[in-house]
C-alpha cells in the first residue's frame, strides 16, 4: 500500500507543490511550524533516510538545498533548518523549516493554522 506521500506525488491527494523533478518533490507541511515548512520527499518509496542509495542522498540534498535558499529569501529568516524526524509516515522526508531561533524549530510546539489561500500563496512564492 502506497504511503500518503506517494499519493501525494501521485496527484491523488491535493498538496501545495513548491518543487518537482524526476526523483523528487516538495510540497508545504500542512501542519507548519512557521510559513514556509516545507517536505522534501524521495518519489521513490523509501521509509528511512539512510536507506537511500548514496546518490539519490546526495541529489535529494542538493535538491533541497535549492529550495531552502528560496525559503531564507522570501520568508527573511536568518536559517533554514534542515531535519530528519518523523515516525508517522514511513517514507523518507526532509523537513526545511525557516528559523530565527533554534525554538523555531520545537516540533512539540503548537502548528500554524493556515488557510488555504494562505498555503496557495506562500507556495506559489516559494515554487522553482
Known sequence: MATIFSRIVAGEIPCYKVAENDRFFAFLDIAPLAKGHTLVIPKREVDYFYDLEDDELREMVVFAKSIAKKIQATTACKKVATVVLGLEVP??????????????????????????EEFAEIAESLRL
Not at 91 to 116: C, G, R, W, Y
Open 91 to 116: 517514507h523518507a522526508h526532509i523537513h526545511l523549516v525557516p528559523m530565527n531561533t533554534e525554538k523555531d524549530v520545537d516540533f512539540s510546539k503548537e502548528k500554524l493554522q493556515l488557510t488555504p
